[in-house]
């Protein structure tokens, strides 16, 4: 039986790819550095931000320093706060299946995105209620594709289901290929929802849903009996 549910952010609660793709451009563009939106979907989506600047100064050979991947990050934080100032950036159904899910059990965010970016959205849409846990980019040593993100969700939704709760126990909630590997890799049964990527590159996933709106308990409950979880 699943016990918890642990929700990607950016491309799952957060139609904020988009943005984050303009908060990218605009701080690379000053710097004279050129990244195509194929090249950012396809390539560089399943990074934190620091993740994205590291890679793209290892694959174009542009020797930054800490301190300016440092400064990158900021900025390109600053730029993307301004964006979401232009409106909700809530994915239709989101709110309602949050709501909806924690009415039957813990629910918390597995996030390569920044804490104060994730809870800032949180916070305006009256949604921080509903997640006894979220896991941000500087949460743990290293983000997605790599187990972490979720095995530290985990860890903090076991205290509130009483010390024992594990990965198998959980079901994690994605929108792109890094993050199912992910969820995957720390034990956690997936749903891939096609906001992003169309199902086809969710081959990984034990299921995938068109939307929000098919993410009920009920459904929830259907995944230890998808496959394997291995």
């Not at 846990?133 to 289901?161: F, M, N, Q």
Request: net charge negative.
């Amino acid at each position: 039986m699943i016990r918890a549910v642990v929700f990607d952010f950016d491309g799952v609660i957060a139609d904020s790819e988009p943005l984050h793709l303009l908060g990218f451009r605009s701080v690379l563009n000053n710097v004279g550095v050129e990244l195509s939106e194929s090249e950012y979907f396809s390539r560089y989506l399943g990074y934190d931000d620091a993740g994205v600047f590291l890679a793209l100064a290892a694959e174009r050979e542009i020797n930054w320093t800490s301190a300016q991947i440092d400064a990158l990050v900021e900025r390109k934080a600053e730029r993307l706060e301004e964006l979401e100032r232009q409106g909700s950036v809530l994915f239709p159904g989101a709110a309602d299946a949050i709501e909806r899910l924690s009415k039957r059990c813990p629910l918390a965010i597995a996030s390569g995105a920044l804490g104060r970016e994730i809870l800032r959205v949180l916070e305006r849409e009256d949604l921080r209620r509903y997640f006894a846990a979220v896991i941000a980019a500087e949460d743990t040593p290293a983000g997605k594709p790599a187990p972490d993100p979720y095995l530290g969700a985990v860890t903090r939704l076991s205290s509130v289901c009483g010390g024992n709760l594990e990965p198998a126990s959980c079901a994690a909630v994605e929108d792109s290929q890094w993050g199912l590997q992910s969820a995957r890799a720390a034990g956690l049964w997936t749903v891939g929802v096609t906001h992003t990527y169309p199902a086809s590159a969710l081959a990984a996933a034990h299921a995938i849903v068109p939307h929000l709106d098919h993410l009920t308990w009920e459904f929830v409950q259907t995944l230890p009996h998808a496959g394997s979880n291995g």
